[in-house]
Structure formats: structure tokens, C-alpha cells
């Protein structure tokens, strides 16, 4: 019965192939879960089991081959879309100096134990040091499930890792090119002149074709194929040039970096995709080409897995605790470099691959049955080893962030954002500039609103907001962020917004300005006037006329003594937040007192925000900040309402001023928090309403155009 079973193995039907696959992508978290065992072991175990070294149930076919590949170049490209890069222009000399330790230290200790104690010749010990000096990032979903993708210790760790495999892969070259036709000098001229034009052509063009992609193309979709074309254009381009596809998946990720912002849907979709499928395929790979059998095999091989284990092991947690020394990090940043670098996979496999096509001598080649079961074993146990320190560190850093003081503040906060939407075309930018905005640690809902009229057509209105909110709750499902709705009837759109406003308990509205000038020619359109005037709470009005994550600059105009104001702090955070996740610079222009304030609350809170302060010290200056906006900039205007102390009659000429100098560019305005109730009646202290443009604006003008 048995034999007859054994028959129908190894599986080699493309479907039961997959299937099987998915069946071990789905069981194996639960059940390295219940033993308490990191996930990523559980799919090189499955890997080990299945393969043909194990049970023989599947044979690694070109789908294997294929996804192992993508998988590879998956974790490679999103170790650099998820990296910190103001952090990494901070740190390049430590992710220099600790790329230049992880490489060495390894490579020589392994380079004279394969000489020393396993007698390989010099070429043969090269070549391993080239493998133990080069990591893969094996763990590095471990660090997206905690959310510690911008930690100093992993961006240091992410670098370094790209750092010491491009260095492998020269001294590899090399090797080839000792053994090979073509002569040394002409190779590296070429190698260089090769590497130099792919690296210079791939900056030059990504981000031009990227912008290009991002402004006329919105579906989901085709952003996401878009962003997988470079992924691999960029990796075909690498090999052509002469180095590994991982060198071009992680330039394109870096590339990309400041594209697609961490909380944006685009992002949200790639790691999906990512998690689900790609990387797990290829952890399964690597698990397939282990042979745990020629543990008990004899032949020296114990002690040949031994000392590179040991000896490449070694050498990384050397390096890695004594930059952590070095840079005065805590020892459990020490624990994460240490964990991430530490693990070797398809990089090893591709060297030893390599090094079996060299040939040394007639019929013999550079690497033996010993040195290639050596290596293939030591994937396994330094995976392992790499797992669950990465897993360990993680939980220690965690722990660690959890004492910091700002977290007891998050939970005073009531931020929840309304948005009221009406134009299909243009609402999903507003709740992609809320998903920016919003505290992702508080996680809360987003609350979008479509308020119609009540009249003849409000039935059909009323369906037309039904889509719409549809419309939106899906692409905020896509940051898997979540959505409250409503579609509202009121006799006036103004006083709908204030009421849902109450019965949500917001705290702020964002708004898309008014332009359309066939529903109204007024600059403040038909009831935004009304909103500002009749809340007292922020009020954010946008007119986005790329998307943002195209946006290179935020310039904001600060009005003198906006300090006082009780909703400073409120809006300084959402733009700080905005800049840090769109990773662009934001400038502020404001009088040198509030300009002090806003440097402290940036350097005590965003730290690693690239901001700018400039002087400005009237409000009639504007004129000359429009000569220094382009279009991919975002121009901000935090102004204030009539009686309030930061208000200033040059306020009053904000729409004539933006209407001439800043037509067409990106803007926002900010309406910050007052003191006070909101007004529900007239007052003859303060009417609700008070007019776009005085009657005393009007005179002037008329007067002035019969005297021309």
C-alpha cells in the first residue's frame, strides 16, 4: 500500500504543485506559532520536508526557480522602499564603516579557516569568504511585523547587507576573471564603465518615468505593475551590467523610496503581494536545496558545516557588537545587526553555483561535493540562528520604545478626521492626504461625508454619494485603514458638515477647495466661508493637483504670533507627519519668535524631519515666496478668522493674492483651532457670515476703473 502511495511522488502537476505551496504557506505560521518557533523557520522546515532531501512530495520545478528569484528580489526591494532615508543620509559613514567591519571581519576569519583547519586552496578559501561576507536579509519581514522597518540598528543592518554582498560580488569577478579568457585589465575597465552608466541612467530615468506614471495614472492596478516593471528592468539591468539582480532590486527600491510612502495604499498592496506569496515561495526554495541527510553521511562533512557556521557566524556578531559599541547604540540594536546580518541564502547558492563552473584544472573544479554540502547545509543552520535572534531583538526593542515618554501623550489625543466629499475624481486624494495626516498608532477610523441638497434631485444625489463613499471606503481599505460613512440631506451643505461634524465628535475637517467656476465664481465657492466662520475648530482646504507622492517640497506661510493660537501645535503635527511620510523637505516662513517654536516642537518630536526655517517678516512678502514655488511643490497658508489674535487685515487680501500669484500650484489652507464655542446664531458682536469681499473692496474698484 505504501509503494503504491509512493508512487504517485514527487508531485510534478503544476496545480497540486501550487496547491500543496499554499497549503504550507497557510499551515505553517499556525503551527511554528503554537511551538513558539519564528514563522520564517517554519517555511524553510516545510521546505526541508517536502523537497526531495525529505519526503519527496514536491519537485522543485522552474516555479521554484522563478518565484525563489522574485521572492529574492522582493525582499531586497523592500528593504529599501521601507528604509528611513533622511536616516540613511545621517548615517552613511556608520553604514560605511559597519558595511566595511560585516564584510572583512567574516571574510578573513573564514578565509584562514579554509586554509588552516578544512585545507582548501587559497582561490577555493576565497571564495568562501566572499560567501560568509555576504548576508541575505532573510529576516527582514520578522522587522515589518513589528514596525521597526526605520530603526537605526536596521537601516544600518539593510545598507551594510547591500554594502558587503557588492563587495562579494566584486572579489567573485574577480575570481572568475583569474580563471577566465579575458584580460584583467580590459575586464575591469569595462566592469566599471558597465556599472557606472547603469547606475547613473537608472537615477536619471526611474524618477522621471515614475512622475511621469504617478500624475496621469491612478487605478491601482496599473501603479502596482508599474512599480514591479522597474523592480525588474532595474534587476535585468544589473546582470547586464555585470553584477547580481539583488544590487538592482534594491537600487530601484531605493529609487522609489520617496514615491511611495509608507501608510499609501500603493505600499500596502506591494507588501501583500510580497508576504503573501513571493517571499514565502522563496523561503520554501531554500528549504528544498537542504539535505539534512549528510549530517549522518560521514565524510568530514560535520566538521566542514561546523567551521563555516561557527567561523562565518563569528565574524558577523563580531562586527555587528562592535559597531554597536562603536556608535554608542543599545545592546539591543547590537542583538538586531547581528541577527539580520547573520543569515546566508540564495547569494550563497548562487556563488557556489559559480564556483562549480570554474575550472581549475582538467576535470576538477573549484568547488568539491564537501565544500558545496558545507555550504547548503549552513543556509539551514544559519537561518535558524538568524531568525531567532532578529525575533528576539525585535520583542527587546519593542519593550525598550514602549518607555518613551510620547506614547502616555497619544492617548489624550481626539483626533478623527472628517471629510466631506463630493467630486468622485478628486476624492481620493483627500483621503490619501487624511491616511498622511493621521497618527497610525491610534489607528483610528477616518470619517468621510457626502452631504446632498434636499430638493428634486436629492434621490439621485443621494445614490451618486453612495458610490462615491463606496468609491473611498475601498481605497482606504487598501492602507487597511478604516472608514466611517454618510450620506447626508441638508438644506445647506454648510450646516450638514457642522452637524455631522457634532455627532461624529471630530476634531478637525479636510476639504477640497472650490474649483469649479460653473457652480460658483466666488473664490471661497458656495459654503466654505460659512463652515470657517460658523467652526472654531481646524479647518484644512486642499487643492492637489498631482498626487502627493510626487510632491518634492511643502512650503508653509506662517502669520506673526500664530503661537498663541491653541490649534498651533494641531496643524504643525499634520504637516510634520505629512512631510516625514511623503520623506520630502518642508520650509517654513514666518517672524523669527514663532520660527523658534517651530524648530523645538520639530527637533523635539520629528527629529528627522528635513526642515528649513526662513525668515519672513511681513505679510505682504507673499508675492516673492510665489516666484520660489514650482509645481511640484505644496504651498501652505495657515491664516486665522476675524478676532482672533494671530488675524491681520492683509488676511483679507488671501484670496485676490492666491488667486493671482498661485494659480495652478499645489495649496493648502489651514483654518487652526480657536478658543470658544461654535457659533449657532448671529451675534452683533461677531455676524456668522462675513463676506468674501467688503462693500468698501467693491467702491474701490469701481471708483478706480472709471478713472482709468
Request: proline share 3%; aromatic share 10%; glycine share 8%.
Amino acid at each position: 500500500m505504501l509503494a503504491d502511495i509512493t508512487n504517485y511522488f514527487p508531485i510534478t502537476n503544476p496545480t497540486l504543485i501550487f496547491f500543496v505551496v499554499m497549503i504550507i504557506i497557510l499551515f505553517a505560521p499556525i503551527i511554528m506559532g503554537k511551538l513558539r518557533i519564528p514563522h520564517i523557520i517554519g517555511m524553510v522546515l516545510a521546505g526541508v520536508m517536502v523537497g526531495q532531501y525529505g519526503f519527496n512530495i514536491l519537485q522543485r520545478d522552474d516555479s521554484f526557480e522563478l518565484f525563489g528569484n522574485v521572492g529574492l528580489y522582493y525582499i531586497m526591494f523592500l528593504a529599501a522602499l521601507e528604509m528611513d532615508m533622511e536616516g540613511v543620509r545621517k548615517n552613511v559613514r556608520r553604514m560605511l564603516i559597519f558595511g566595511a567591519l560585516t564584510c572583512a571581519i567574516p571574510f578573513g576569519l573564514t578565509y584562514v579557516m579554509g586554509m588552516g583547519m578544512l585545507g582548501y586552496s587559497g582561490t577555493a578559501a576565497l571564495l568562501l569568504g566572499c560567501i560568509m561576507a555576504s548576508n541575505t536579509l532573510i529576516a527582514y519581514p520578522i522587522v515589518g511585523r513589528y514596525g521597526l522597518q526605520r530603526k537605526p540598528s536596521v537601516t544600518l543592518s539593510v545598507g551594510s547587507s547591500m554594502i558587503s554582498l557588492f563587495a562579494s560580488l566584486i572579489i567573485l569577478a574577480a575570481i572568475e576573471n583569474a580563471h577566465g579568457k579575458d584580460s584583467g585589465g580590459l575586464f575591469w575597465l569595462l566592469f566599471a564603465a558597465k556599472f557606472i552608466v547603469y547606475c547613473a541612467g537608472l537615477t536619471w530615468l526611474v524618477p522621471r518615468l515614475t512622475r511621469w506614471f504617478l500624475r496621469r495614472y491612478s487605478d491601482a492596478v496599473m501603479q502596482f505593475i508599474f512599480v514591479m516593471a522597474m523592480l525588474f528592468m532595474s534587476a535585468a539591468l544589473a546582470e547586464a551590467a555585470g553584477v547580481n539582480g539583488i544590487c538592482g532590486a534594491f537600487l530601484a527600491g531605493l529609487i522609489l523610496n520617496r514615491y511611495i510612502p509608507p501608510v499609501s495604499p500603493l505600499m500596502n498592496r506591494i507588501e501583500f503581494i510580497g508576504n503573501a506569496l513571493f517571499i514565502p515561495y522563496f523561503l520554501i526554495g531554500v528549504g528544498m536545496l537542504i539535505n539534512v541527510r549528510l549530517l549522518f553521511g560521514g565524510g568530514g562533512i560535520i566538521w566542514v558545516v561546523t567551521c563555516i557556521v561557527i567561523f562565518g557566524t563569528l565574524g558577523k556578531a563580531i562586527a555587528a557588537y562592535l559597531a554597536c559599541f562603536a556608535f554608542r547604540m543599545p545592546l539591543s540594536s547590537g542583538h538586531m545587526m547581528f541577527g539580520l546580518t547573520s543569515a546566508h541564502a540564495a547569494g550563497a547558492i548562487a556563488m557556489v553555483l559559480v564556483g562549480m563552473r570554474i575550472e581549475t584544472a582538467p576535470g576538477q573544479y573549484l568547488v568539491d561535493d564537501s565544500m558545496l554540502n558545507g555550504v547548503v547545509m549552513m543556509i539551514l543552520f544559519t537561518c535558524v540562528i538568524s531568525t531567532l535572534v532578529t525575533e528576539y531583538s525585535a520583542q527587546k526593542i519593542t519593550l525598550r520604545d514602549k518607555e518613551f515618554p510620547q506614547e502616555a501623550q497619544q492617548e489624550s489625543d481626539d483626533e478623527k478626521i472628517l471629510i466631506p466629499v463630493k467630486y468622485p475624481e478628486y476624492a481620493n486624494r483627500l483621503i490619501n492626504l487624511a491616511i498622511l495626516m493621521r497618527n497610525q498608532k491610534l489607528n483610528r477610523s477616518l470619517v468621510a461625508l457626502n452631504v446632498v441638497y434636499d430638493d428634486a434631485k436629492m434621490r439621485q444625489n443621494q445614490a451618486l454619494g453612495k458610490q462615491i463613499l463606496q468609491q473611498v471606503e475601498q481605497y482606504a481599505a487598501g492602507s487597511d485603514v478604516k472608514m466611517q460613512t454618510q450620506v447626508r440631506i441638508a438644506a445647506n451643505i454648510a450646516n450638514g458638515i457642522k452637524h455631522a461634524f457634532k455627532e461624529f465628535q471630530a476634531s478637525e475637517i479636510l476639504i477640497g477647495m472650490h474649483m469649479h467656476a460653473e457652480v460658483s465664481n466666488k473664490f471661497w465657492g458656495e459654503f466654505h466661508q460659512s463652515l470657517f466662520n460658523g467652526l472654531n475648530n481646524q479647518i484644512i482646504m486642499a487643492r492637489l493637483h498631482q498626487p502627493l507622492t510626487t510632491i518634492r517640497r511643502i512650503q508653509v506661510a506662517v502669520p506673526s504670533r500664530a503661537q498663541y493660537e491653541p490649534g498651533f501645535y494641531r496643524w504643525l503635527e499634520r504637516l510634520a507627519r505629512m512631510a516625514s511620510n511623503l520623506e520630502c523637505r518642508i520650509v517654513f516662513h514666518s517672524r523669527t519668535d514663532t520660527l523658534d517654536l517651530i524648530r523645538e516642537f520639530v527637533q523635539n518630536r520629528h527629529h528627522e524631519l528635513r526642515a528649513e526655517y526662513e525668515h519672513m517678516e511681513h505679510w505682504n512678502e507673499m508675492p516673492r515666496l510665489a516666484t520660489t514655488i514650482s509645481q511640484d511643490h505644496m504651498f501652505v497658508v495657515v491664516t486665522a478668522r476675524k478676532g482672533t489674535v494671530s488675524y491681520k487685515n492683509a488676511l483679507d487680501r488671501l484670496p485676490d493674492e492666491i488667486t493671482r500669484f498661485f494659480s495652478g500650484k499645489n495649496l493648502m489652507i489651514i483654518f487652526p483651532d480657536q478658543f470658544g464655542e461654535q457659533m449657532e446664531a448671529m451675534t452683533f458682536a461677531q455676524p456668522q457670515h462675513t463676506e468674501e469681499r467688503s462693500a468698501y473692496d467693491e467702491l474701490r474698484e469701481w471708483i478706480e476703473k472709471k478713472l482709468r
